[in-house]
Structures are given as structure tokens and as C-alpha cells.
């Protein structure tokens, strides 16, 4: 199943609709249409879990009368976006690919749809994801796994696998994922778009419902690096609902799309180029290295010494914010109550065994041990100083002079489902590229660079706090020299 490229790039489309020659309306009907005939049956991407087709054309009429009435300053008018169903809307449900929370509705749109809307996107669809974005394939779902556009028999990836299968199946030119190790750029890889994790505290967290609240962040997709950016941009920004969000201006992230590369100097870490990486996955990155050489940049080898400690460090601390973050669900407050129970704490116990899935199960039993009492320093402790250490290398890199640096996004194209389901640590090393970016709290950007026997394959761009317009110079004159444009 490959993208059909219904809809032009995301400023053309909003051009377009402001123009009046074409509609939102239109434009909606177009993803909702593509929906139903991509994402349902036997053979579907069930890249989506919910979407209300009457909601989303009113909303679409809206715009287009917005426009009438001279809304000109609508940056996304018309343009149909999935969002990950981890972060709240008012119009569908929020279940985070979970039993516990299936068919809970939010009060309120998080600051990031809010954002959305009031630049004149149609949200179209909640898009499926490993339960409470718990995963790197978008397998562990209460929904059923979602399938790669590319090859049905294989994983998009995740967690935001629903969110980069619609994208690169072209059902939405643009969707909205969240990312805490990488579950925007790993699944952006794996399907073959772009994906982008902004600093964090460059976008507000607020109605993103919580894994590990010190290294989530809401990301985008687009088929193209300024498609991605164009979105970024959008729902960049303070907020006030938002205590960990920064109160930075939001550069003009589209300026930098026709930049060149001339005078960039791209790092290339060593440890990220390991003898056991895929060998066709090495020469796709190299030849990237060269045309990104070839346009003017430097690119020189640096070192970042201690990535191998940042899987073991993030499955500690990732883990023990998720145990603390998801006790909220007990069968009292709100989502599903289990019936049968007498007693408080078994209702908690029944809730919680019927509702959770087991990779959740397993991550809350894994934090918990870490912050237990006479655990809490060895574990707990020495990963946040580990963590620091990982940051520690990025700024030292940063500020010997290199601009962005270049690694393989995944140390493999997209794998079977199912192949992975029984080996949750090699499902782990999934993300042993995209990690460091969340612990170090850096920006990483995912582009396709070529295929592997007909899979797609990505590299990361990544950059130094608060410079994204930086990292999205070098991913664009990356992506222009891979298409040989001048």
C-alpha cells in the first residue's frame, strides 16, 4: 500500500483554501474518504482509532467560512491532521490505545489541538499507539496493531505508529505524535516521513496525557521537512496551562527551508555506527554524509561516550515516572471501574489487571521496584546522574563547534509483527538511537534517506537546545541534495 499523495504540500493546501480555490470541506472529505478505504477490514492499516466524519466536516465548514469572511492569516487553513490518541480533544475520545481508558472523553482540547484549530487545521482522526505510547512498534495497542504502509506484514513502528502509517499512506498530509524515546522519529523512520522532536519546553505538554513527564513532548509528522515545520511552528510557543513549557519566542522555522549547508559543520558520532548496525543501513548513511559534504558542510567523526549507557538508563527512569504517572487509574476517579470488587483495594487490583496490557503492567512493576525503599539510590539515583552525563556529552559537542549531528535514526528497517513480541529487550534496542535525545532534552529531526530491499530507512538529525530552525536547515539541504536538486 503505498502513499497516493492526495493532498499537495501543507502551505500550498492552506494557499489554496485561502485562495477559495479549493475548500476545507473538500479537503476533509478527501482524508475521511481516504480513511475508510486505507484503515478498516482484514487488510487495514488500523492507523486510527476513532474519527467522527460529521464532526470533522462542521468543523472543515467553519474554516471555510472563517475564510469568507477574510481569515487570511489562517497558516493551516484546511488542512486535515491526525492526532495521536494520547493527546485530548473535546470531539473523539482519548484512550491512549488502552481498556482502561476506552471511550473516556476529554473536558478540554489540549494546548497543542487548540493550537491547531485556531490556524485553521480540520483534526480528522485519533490515530492508534502502544498503549499509554509504551512501546516501539505499535503492537501493544488494545486496539491491534497498526501495519506498515509499506509492508502490512511488518510494524510502522511506534509508539505513534497510527499517526506515521497515515501519513505515509497518504491518507493526511500531516499528524500530530508525542515522543519520550523516540516514538516519533523511530515510527518516521520506519514508514518512510519526517518526524520531529522539538527541545523541550519548546511545546506545551499540556493534555498530553503522561508516560514520563520529564522526557515527553508532543512531535509532527509531514511527508517533507517543511511540512513537519510547518506544523512545528504552529503549535510551538509559551503556555501558561504549562509550567515546564519555556517562554521562548518560536523562530520562523519556515526561513530556514531554502538555506543551504555551505559552512555547516555535521558531527558523526562514532558510538552511533556500531559494527553490528545493518550494513546497508552504514552506506545509505554515508552516502547521505557525502551529498550533505558535497553541498558545502563539513562533516567531521566525534565521540558522545556515553551512549551505551542510555537504554539502561532510560528503561529506569522512563519506568519509574510511568509507575507514578498511571496510579491515577484505579477504578475510582474516571475511565474503566471493574465490576465484582467489595473492597477499595480490590477494586484497584481488579481494575488495573483487566485494563492494563502487559507491556504497561510490566513498565509500572519495573518503575515501582526502581523507586522502591532501599532501591531508590541505586537505581533511581544513578540513572539521573548517568542522564546528566549523556547531556554532558551533546554540549561538550555543541560547543566544540559542530552545528547538528548525524546518526542512523534505527539500527534496522521495519521488522515483522510479532517478531519482537516475546524479546521486550530487543524490542528495547529499537530506540538505542533515539533515546539520548530525550534524556539530554535536545531536539531530533528523522528524514527518509533511501530503501533497504523496499523498506524504507531514516537518518537523525539532531541539534543543540533551542535550535531547531538550525536542525531544520540541515535536514532540508539534506533532503534537497538527496532529491538532486541544485
Known sequence: MSAQHLFPPIRELAEEVRAKRTSALDQARTALNAIRRADFGAEGLNAFISYDAARAEAAAAAVDAAVAAGGDGLALAGVPVAIKDNICTLDLPTTCGSRILEGYRSPYDATVVRRLRAAGAVVVGKTNLDEFAMG????????GPTRNPFDLARVPGGSSGGSAAAVAAGVVPAALGSDT???VRQPAALCGVVGIKPTYGRVSRYGLVAFASSLDQVGTFGRTVADAAALLEVISGPDPLDSTCADRAVPAFGRELERDAQGLVVGVPK???????DGRIARLCREALERLRA????????????????????????PAEASSNLAR?????????????DATLAVYEVTRSLGFGAEVKRRIMLGTYALSAGY???????AQRVRALIAQDFRRAFQDGVDVIFTPTTPSVAFRIGEKTEDPYQMYLADIFTVTANLAAVPGLSLPIGR???????????????????????AAALERALRGAP
Not at 567531521?300 to 528503561?315: D, G, Q, V, W
Not at 484505579?330 to 475511565?335: K, L
Not at 531508590?376 to 544513578?382: K, L
Open 136 to 143: 516501539s512498534s505499535t503492537e501493544n495497542s488494545a486496539f
Open 181 to 183: 524515546g523516540g516514538s
Open 271 to 277: 558510538e552511533y555506527f556500531p559494527p553490528e548496525l
Open 295 to 318: 553541498a558545502g558542510a563539513t562533516v567531521r567523526e566525534i565521540s558522545l561516550p556515553h551512549t551505551r549507557y542510555a537504554i539502561p538508563t532510560y528503561y529506569i527512569i522512563a
Open 329 to 341: 487509574y484505579d477504578g475510582v476517579r474516571y475511565g474503566l471501574r471493574a465490576p465484582g470488587a
Open 376 to 382: 531508590y539510590e541505586q537505581y533511581y539515583g544513578r
Open 452 to 474: 533497504v530491499d523496499g523498506l524504507p530507512v531514516g537518518a537523525q538529525v539532531l541539534a543543540d537546545r533551542w535550535n531547531e530552525a538550525g536542525m531544520i536547515r540541515a
